[in-house]
Every structure is written in C-alpha cells, then in structure tokens.
C-alpha cells in the first residue's frame, strides 16, 4: 500500500497535530474546535538518535541517542506438542511472554499501552446502564417506551466509543527526518515484496523423522513441520493513534507491528517491544514437498512419491502412490534477545533478505546502537 505520514491523528474529540513547532491538540468538532500546547508522545528520530517527549502526564521531557542493552529473556522451555506421527517429537516454535519483551527505552510507552488494553470499556459499559434503562421503559411505556430506549441505547453506544476512542488509546506522534523517513519506507516497500508471496505460513512446531516407516509415511521428508496459513498487511493495534499506518505481521497467537522506532508485540491484550537493534531476521532456502496446490510463484526443484521405497521410487505396496512436487521456499526466523522467536515461511525465495537488510538500515539512520545475535542456523 502507499506510504505517508500524516500531519494530524484524532482519538475521540482530541486531535493531535504535527507542526514545525512539535505536537498540539485541538478538541471541538468541524468547524469550532479549541487547542492549545504540545501533548501525547512525540517522536523525533534522525542520524542524532531517537528523541522521546511525553508530555501527558505533565510536561516530561526524555531522550535516547543509543540503545541500551536489554536484560537477557528467560529461555522458553523446550515444549513439545501432539503429533499425528508417534515417532516424531514435535517441538513447538514460540515466543516468550508478551510482557517479558520489554525495553527501558519504551517503558513509558508499553506502560501505558498496557494500561490502555486493561482499561474497561466505555461502550460497554454505558450500553449496559442504557440497555438496562430500556428494558425498564419498555415495561412502563409500552412501544413509546422501546422507541426511547432504543435512542438511548445508541446514544450511549456512540458517546461511549467515542470516549474509548480517546480513554483506550494510547496517542504517539512521528517526526522523521528525511533520511529516517526514507529508510522507513524502504522497511515497508521491503514489507510490501514479501507480503506479495503467494502464500505464507506462520510454523508452529516440526520434528525431525528418524525411522524408515515415518519416512516412508511421509513422502521421504527428512523433518515434518505443523504450519498454517498466516496473515500479512498494515494496520494499527487497537490500542494506538498515530499518524502512520504500519505493516503488520500475523505469527501465532502474537501479531507484529512495525513501526518507524520499535517492532510492537501484540498478544491479548497485552503488548510487547522489540527495537531494531535487538531484532535478528534470519533466512534460508527450504525443500518442502507439497501435498496441496502449488502456489504460482514457488519454484519447483524435484519430484517425489507420496510412499517412496529405500532407493528413491514408488513403493508398489502402497495404491495411489502419485508423484509429489518438492518446492524450493523461504524459511525465515524472527528472534530477538529479548525472547521474540517465531518461524515462517513464504512460497517465495530472496524477498527475506531486503526486510533484514532495510531494518539494518532503519537501525543506522536513527542512531541506535546494533546489538546482533549469534543464532543458529535454521
């Protein structure tokens, strides 16, 4: 999708508005509306580094110009998940906790996120009192009485997500020099190649075959992965306002956003940050043989049977043996050090490589220092 930032973001009646001189906020509807000063957060990145001003809880001013490191996440647990093959141990791919993805350099930030995920709903809440307002008018006032209570009912609808709209999110403005801005959109253009794959995959548990009746079973495949058709586009976390909409990536029960500063976890409610200079994006070619359609862009390298013998051909024991295409994928590995690790693949091959390279890139024209991991190969 086309890329831009926006000069003003509304939640609720507020509206918050970029300008040469930093962030106001202006409240009325069109037509009469009131401001005043800078408030929310305001982000300011650039070759100096990342500039944070968070003046909604009275005026506080704080910045960053490099990274600090982030304490080690505890090791996720090596789990393990049911298989429909008995011989294969499945170990599943997941993250840590949302709320252990943490980073001092967007404390304030995920606080309040956080804070705004737990807060209870306006909508909700009023709807009930108005709902329960209606039921007593209809019992005393018949059709009239429904008629009021039904207007009642969706005034409190609509002035109740109008105050969420503002109670519930979380407000973060962005002011990018051009450079940063550049290298943002490089991030989303990079976003945008991958995301034009065929198909894409989030893998959730695999497990290496290590007996010849499972190999058989299984078409000669050396390893068996549990994976499921996942989701990429852009969107914002219903807990944010800004004036930016950012590529979003679907992995399980956690959805990424990435934004110009820092990846967002979101998962139930609760939220996470991974900065660029913890992410790792790893990347490799992956021989998968593929039982379903063939996705129009995926290369295919070979054939096989569906129940091979020891030397490579057909099984003759086994009726219907058909060949099988094997497609040459991309397998690509999201970690980071403070416990993002998630696996997916695309029918696609050499988009992966542009991501990581542009969130490099991202790194070095905002100033942050990059802390890179040594991960295993996939």
């Known amino acids: 999708m086309p890329f831009y930032f926006r000069k003003s973001v509304s939640a609720g009646p507020f509206r918050f508005n970029l300008s040469s001189g930093g962030v106001g906020v202006s409240v009325g509807v069109k037509g009469f509306r009131i401001g005043t000063g800078p408030r929310g957060h305001y982000v300011h990145a650039g070759r100096g580094g990342l500039y944070y001003r968070a003046s909604l809880g009275g005026g506080s001013k704080r910045s960053s110009t490099s990274a600090a490191s982030a304490p080690l996440a505890p090791a996720s647990p090596r789990r393990t998940v049911a298989s429909s093959e008995p011989n294969v141990e499945m170990i599943a791919v997941s993250s840590s906790s949302v709320l252990e993805m943490t980073d001092e350099r967007y404390g304030e930030l995920l606080e309040e996120l956080n804070a705004k995920q737990s807060a209870i709903s306006m909508m909700v809440t009023l709807g009930l009192v108005a709902g329960l307002s209606a039921f007593f008018a209809i019992l005393g006032g018949g059709a009239a009485g429904g008629a009021v209570g039904i207007l009642l009912i969706l005034v409190a609808l609509l002035i109740g997500s109008r105050l969420d709209a503002h109670r519930r999110s979380a407000v973060v403005v962005y002011d990018l020099e051009p450079d940063?801005?550049?290298?943002?959109?490089?991030?989303?253009?990079?976003?945008?190649?991958?995301?034009?794959?065929?198909?894409?995959?989030?893998?959730?548990?695999?497990?290496?075959?290590?007996?010849?009746?499972?190999?058989?079973?299984?078409?000669?495949?050396?390893?068996?992965?549990?994976?499921?058709?996942?989701?990429?586009?852009?969107?914002?976390?219903?807990?944010?306002?800004?004036?930016?909409?950012?590529?979003?990536?679907?992995?399980?029960?956690?959805?990424?956003?990435?934004?110009?500063?820092?990846?967002?976890?979101?998962?139930?409610?609760?939220?996470?940050?991974?900065?660029?200079?913890?992410?790792?994006?790893?990347?490799?070619?992956?021989?998968?043989?593929?039982?379903?359609a063939v996705p129009r862009d995926a290369t295919i390298v070979g054939q096989t049977w569906k129940h091979p013998n020891k030397n490579g051909g057909p099984d003759r024991r086994f009726a219907n043996n058909r060949q099988l295409p094997i497609c040459l994928y991309e397998s690509i590995h999201l970690r980071s050090r403070n416990g993002l690790n998630e696996l997916l693949q695309v029918s696609s091959n050499g988009r992966a490589q542009h991501l990581s390279a542009a969130a490099r890139k991202l790194v070095a024209t905002t100033g942050t220092r990059n802390n890179s991991l040594a991960l295993p190969a996939l």
Request: glycine share 6%; net charge negative; proline share 4%.
């Open 180 to 292: 940063a801005a550049a290298a943002y959109e490089a991030l989303t253009k990079a976003f945008d190649d991958l995301a034009a794959s065929s198909m894409k995959w989030h893998v959730d548990a695999g497990g290496a075959v290590r007996d010849l009746h499972t190999w058989k079973r299984n078409a000669g495949a050396s390893t068996i992965i549990d994976k499921r058709p996942t989701e990429f586009g852009y969107a914002l976390p219903r807990v944010l306002k800004t004036n930016i909409t950012p590529p979003f990536m679907k992995v399980g029960k956690e959805t990424l956003y990435w934004l110009p500063d820092v990846v967002l976890v979101v998962e139930s409610g609760k939220v996470g940050a991974v900065a660029y200079d913890m992410l790792e994006i790893l990347w490799q070619d992956s021989r998968f043989i593929e039982e379903d």
